[in-house]
């Protein structure tokens, strides 16, 4: 049986981020969060840690870990290492810009037991990295991800899709994705763009500069990737933001929706059924009982889907099947 993984996450915002990306407004994404101090770290992995652990990781998440001030970075790897000493957990996770990584801060990294480090590359195109105010290249997405992998770490990429700029959303993702795959990633994260309040995407799109992607397109797009970096061997850790309040309340347009992630996986489901069926007006799916509601679809709309096509399925959960299976009479 598979283990399942967990992270024990602490947010790390970049307060004094130089850069201004045009998507980004991290206090209104996240809400009004500041550094979580070196003793609320401590604390929360006594607190929250089990006695031993191989499937939790410690994660410094905020996209910035290795820029924040060099003394502040290293006071926390100093807190929360010693509890993967202990076995309390299997490593730490940070996510970072990929211009800042270089040998001498990987060498930091791994002195306190950092086992994975994840890049917000978001797109391998040279003129949307440009246009949307990331201030570093593609060539910096992969050297830092190639130095990363021989330097021993589990390498993850994040993409966004829908960014300002793009001629063709579709295309865009599928060559980032390829440019990615490129790279031998363990792990990637997909985050549709939305439009949050108070930031210069916002202004654009106010001035009609900027059209975001609809829902059924993100959607759309992001299952096509999901199965481009898993036949791959591509684990897809998250598709779509975290459905916070706080970005519910600051979105003012672009593809959010709180399950979009059970909303890919349905078209999946549903694109795997279809391309099974071969024509066929009736068949058994089998599927995983963990994988039901997703066959079935969001208020069933995969069945209803088949239904208007004329389509008669019946869909048994089995412990006998891993994923999918659909059987012709
Ligand atoms: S997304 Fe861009 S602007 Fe926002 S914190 Fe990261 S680097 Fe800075």
Not at 17 to 39: A, H, L, M, T, W
Not at 249 to 258: I, V
Request: proline content about 5%; some cysteine.
């Amino acid at each position: 049986m598979l283990k399942k993984h967990s992270n024990l996450a602490f947010f790390i915002p970049h307060l004094g981020c130089p850069y201004k990306c045009v998507f980004c407004d991290q206090v209104n994404i996240y809400g009004e969060r500041r550094y979580p101090s070196i003793e609320t770290v401590r604390q929360t992995c006594e607190e929250y840690l089990p006695e031993k652990s191989d499937t939790t990781e410690i994660a410094f998440f905020g996209g910035s870990f290795t820029a924040i001030p060099r003394n502040m970075m290293i006071g926390y790897l100093q807190t929360a290492f010693p509890f993967v000493q202990e076995g309390r957990a299997n490593g730490i996770r940070i996510s970072t810009r990929p211009d800042y990584i270089d040998r001498d801060i990987l060498s930091i990294l791994k002195k306190y037991g950092v086992t994975s480090i994840e890049l917000g590359a978001q797109s391998m195109d040279d003129k949307v990295l440009e246009l949307n105010g990331r201030g570093h290249s593609s060539q910096q997405v992969k050297d830092a991800s190639r130095l990363i992998t021989e330097c021993g770490f589990s390498l993850g990429l994040q993409m966004m899709l829908g960014l300002y700029g793009v001629e063709d959303p579709f295309e865009d993702s599928m060559k980032t994705a390829d440019a990615f795959i490129s790279l031998h990633p363990d792990t990637v994260r997909i985050y549709p763009t939305l439009v949050v309040d108070n930031t210069e995407l916002a202004r654009l799109w106010e001035k009609g500069d900027y059209v975001p992607l609809d829902l059924d397109s993100a959607v759309m797009i992001s299952a096509k990737l999901m199965r481009r970096f898993r036949e791959n061997k591509i684990k897809v850790i998250r598709v779509g933001l975290h459905s916070e309040m706080s970005l519910q309340q600051q979105t003012l347009a672009g593809p959010f929706h709180p399950a979009f992630g059970e909303l890919c996986e349905s078209l999946l489901c549903r694109n795997q059924i279809e391309e099974a069926l071969d024509g066929v007006k009736e068949a058994t799916v089998y599927c995983s009982p963990r994988l039901l509601s997703k066959v079935k679809g969001q208020k069933k709309s995969n069945l209803e889907y088949f239904n208007q096509k004329g389509i008669t399925l019946q869909v048994i959960p089995s412990d006998e099947v891993n994923s999918l299976t659909v059987v012709h009479p």
